[in-house]
Each structure stands twice: as C-alpha cells, then as structure tokens.
C-alpha cells in the first residue's frame, strides 16, 4: 500500500479560473433523455474554453492571481508543476512554458504529469515530496484540464459532463507543520475505461483518425474523441473511494467526526452520493460544484474548495479530506489541516 506521512508543508492558498462562456445542458438538441441526464449527474451547465484557450492559459490567471494575493516574491518561488491531460503541445512539456509566462526564476524547478480526475492529491504528494526538506521553501501547484475539447458534441455520453478549469494551489515549507498524509493506488488494468485511442505513439494520428463513427442512437465520435465507459467508471469510482478513504483513516487513526469537509472529485451526483452514503458522511461535509461546473477532471477538487466553502477556509482552521479517482485507472486520497487560507474570488477568463 502506498501510504506516506509529508510534514513540514503547508498549504497557504488556491485560486481557480474559468472561461468566462457558459453552455447550459438544457439547450442542447437532439438529446431527448436531457433532463434524465442531469438529474442523474446533478450537472446544469459547464463552463467551456474557446478554442484559442489553453488549460494553461486559465492556471496562468490563477497563479497570478494567487501570487499577488499572497503577496509572495517571485523570485523566492523555487518549484513549479503542472497536472493536467490537455497540455499546450506533446512536447515540450508546457510547465517550463508557465515559469517562464510567470516570470519566475530559471532556478525554479518544473515538471508536468499528465493524470486527469486523481491529479490533485498525486500532484500534492509530488510537490510535497519535494519540499519536505526545507531546501524548497515555495512553490507552486498547477491543476486543470479542458475536457471539453476531446468531447464529441454529439456525444451524448461525455459531452454534457465535462467542463473547463484551471487552478493553483500555493504551497510552503514550515518547519513542524503537520503537513499532508496520503494513500496512493493505481490500476491499470482498467485503462480503457476512459480513453482516447489515437493521437499519441500506442496508436498514432492517421488516416482514419478523423472518421466520425456512430456508436449508438446519440453517440458519434472519432478516435480523436474521448471514450467513456459509464459502467465500468461507476463501478469503479463507488468501489474505490470509500476504499481508499477508509484505508486512509484507518492507517493514520483518524476520527472521521473531526473531518470538516470532505472534498470528492466531482465525477457525477449520484456516484457521489453513493460514495457519501457508504462512508457515512453528511451532506453538509460534502460540498459539490457539479450543477455550475460539471466534471473539471483534475481540477475538480480544487474548484469545489474554492467556488463552495472560501468563506470558511479563509479563517480559522479546517481539518480536511480530498479524494480524487477515475482515468488511469487511478486514485488518491489526502488529509491534510488549512489555516486562514488565501483564497482568491473565483476568476472568470475572457
């Protein structure tokens, strides 16, 4: 079991962007089970990158957003990584890209992982692996994805689930903090669960990459669009998080009455709900952003502390449980303590 105790981290502050263009599931067409779907996902609407916006360019907004609020010199942010699926270019990675866009020192380290829905609490872990020393002192935590660009519009399956963030997360070496308990897993026997065949070097881009095929009534995507099996993903996610939150508890002796919220990637409403009910968790402990936001994969949790409970985290301090699973197959849960965090008003990116 992959179980680690980082102390001497701190998490100092979050900020979170959106595209500004908002695209209600009730007007789209052709989808007659529409109200079936979002009463079932608890999704109303998604929040949707032109196509000249780049996940990037919403984690960038946020990073310089949260920076000026924490009032942090630039020059003594000495780490930088960025978590997400949809990059700026294959290659090169696109984290030295954003040191550079945000005018931090060349002696900054960086480094992307591509890992979508538990990115976060990986990306956590990483960066306070790195940190725990005192040899990093501050750096930063770059999350988002743009979904939506890898959805089929007729895709009655993905399309209407995902939407688009980017945020940044602050954090900071502090000498006997608590700091960050984790429980990491992976299965990659469950890889095609969610999937985009072509486009990469298992199955590059060819001729037939762009052939629209239709799957079922309401379904027609190419192999350059996102695949999602719904079934295997639900029966997955209801099974593993609990899993993985109750290891997580058991191991580390945690009183899971004393937890003030408990942040779960937002897949869908009712896999969450079933996730909540079997650990016992009240509805208050459980905030949720899918009705304005949907599915923002790696950012999902991030967004939710920001967009859902900033008016508790900014004062006092809050014990906390963060759980994300799903693409990979791949999971992760966190327990960590904020205290008055800096949280910046949610940004809008034009």
Same mark, same amino acid.
């Given at each position: 079991?992959?179980?680690?105790?980082?102390?001497? !981290?701190?998490?100092?502050?979050?900020?979170?962007?959106?595209?500004?263009?908002? %695209?209600?599931?009730?007007?789209?067409? =052709?989808? @007659?089970?529409?109200?079936?779907?979002?009463?079932?996902? =608890?999704? /109303?609407?998604?929040? !949707?990158?032109? &196509?000249?916006?780049?996940?990037?360019?919403?984690?960038?907004?946020?990073?310089?957003?949260?920076?000026?609020?924490?009032?942090?010199?630039?020059?003594?942010?000495?780490?930088?990584?960025?978590?997400?699926?949809?990059?700026?270019?294959? +290659?090169?990675?696109?984290?030295? *890209?954003?040191?550079?866009?945000?005018?931090?020192?060349?002696?900054? #380290?960086?480094?992307?992982?591509? +890992?979508?829905?538990?990115?976060? *609490?990986? =990306?956590?872990?990483?960066?306070?692996?790195?940190?725990? $020393?005192?040899?990093?002192?501050?750096?930063?935590?770059? !999350?988002?994805?743009?979904?939506?660009? !890898?959805?089929?519009?007729?895709?009655?399956?993905?399309?209407?689930?995902?939407?688009?963030?980017?945020?940044?997360?602050?954090?900071?070496?502090?000498?006997?903090?608590?700091?960050?308990?984790?429980?990491? =897993?992976?299965?990659?026997?469950?890889?095609?669960?969610?999937?985009?065949?072509?486009?990469?070097?298992?199955?590059?881009?060819?001729?037939?990459?762009?052939?629209?095929?239709?799957?079922?009534?309401?379904? $027609?995507?190419?192999?350059?669009?996102?695949?999602?099996?719904?079934?295997?993903?639900?029966?997955?996610?209801?099974?593993?998080?609990? %899993?993985?939150?109750?290891?997580?508890?058991?191991?580390? /002796?945690?009183?899971?009455?004393?937890?003030?919220?408990?942040?779960?990637?937002?897949?869908?409403?009712?896999?969450?709900?079933?996730?909540?009910?079997?650990?016992?968790? @009240?509805? %208050?402990?459980?905030? &949720?952003?899918?009705?304005?936001?949907?599915?923002?994969?790696?950012?999902?949790?991030?967004? &939710?502390?920001?967009?859902? &409970?900033?008016?508790?985290?900014?004062?006092?301090?809050? /014990?906390?449980?963060?759980?994300? #699973?799903?693409?990979? +197959?791949?999971?992760?849960?966190?327990?960590?303590?904020?205290?008055?965090?800096?949280? @910046?008003?949610?940004?809008?990116?034009?």
């Amino acid at each position: 079991m992959a179980f680690l105790h980082i102390k001497n !981290v701190a998490l100092k502050g979050i900020a979170a962007c959106v595209p500004s263009n908002i %695209e209600e599931n009730r007007a789209i067409t =052709g989808n @007659p089970d529409i109200e079936k779907l979002i009463k079932a996902t =608890g999704i /109303e609407r998604r929040h !949707v990158a032109s &196509t000249q916006t780049c996940t990037s360019d919403l984690c960038f907004k946020a990073a310089e957003k949260l920076i000026d609020e924490l009032n942090w010199d630039r020059n003594e942010i000495e780490g930088l990584i960025f978590i997400s699926q949809t990059p700026d270019y294959i +290659l090169p990675a696109t984290s030295p *890209i954003l040191q550079q866009r945000l005018n931090l020192p060349k002696e900054c #380290f960086t480094l992307d992982i591509s +890992l979508g829905c538990s990115g976060y *609490i990986h =990306g956590l872990s990483t960066l306070a692996a790195y940190m725990q $020393s005192g040899s990093i002192k501050k750096a930063l935590l770059l !999350v988002g994805d743009t979904s939506s660009k !890898v959805c089929s519009v007729d895709d009655k399956s993905t399309y209407p689930l995902f939407g688009d963030a980017g945020t940044a997360t602050a954090l900071e070496y502090c000498e006997n903090d608590e700091g960050f308990q984790f429980h990491l =897993g992976s299965d990659g026997s469950g890889h095609n669960a969610i999937i985009i065949q072509d486009g990469a070097y298992r199955s590059p881009y060819n001729g037939n990459s762009l052939d629209v095929k239709a799957v079922e009534d309401g379904i $027609s995507r190419n192999n350059l669009h996102l695949t999602l099996d719904g079934m295997d993903v639900f029966s997955f996610g209801i099974s593993k998080a609990p %899993e993985t939150v109750n290891l997580l508890l058991q191991k580390f /002796e945690i009183d899971k009455n004393n937890i003030d919220y408990f942040y779960f990637h937002q897949a869908n409403m009712m896999m969450n709900d079933r996730i909540r009910k079997k650990l016992g968790l @009240p509805v %208050e402990k459980v905030p &949720t952003s899918l009705k304005d936001f949907g599915n923002t994969s790696s950012a999902s949790i991030p967004l &939710t502390m920001v967009t859902e &409970t900033a008016a508790n985290l900014r004062k006092g301090k809050n /014990e906390i449980i963060a759980c994300g #699973f799903g693409v990979g +197959l791949s999971w992760g849960t966190a327990r960590f303590y904020t205290k008055d965090l800096t949280i @910046p008003d949610l940004i809008y990116y034009e």
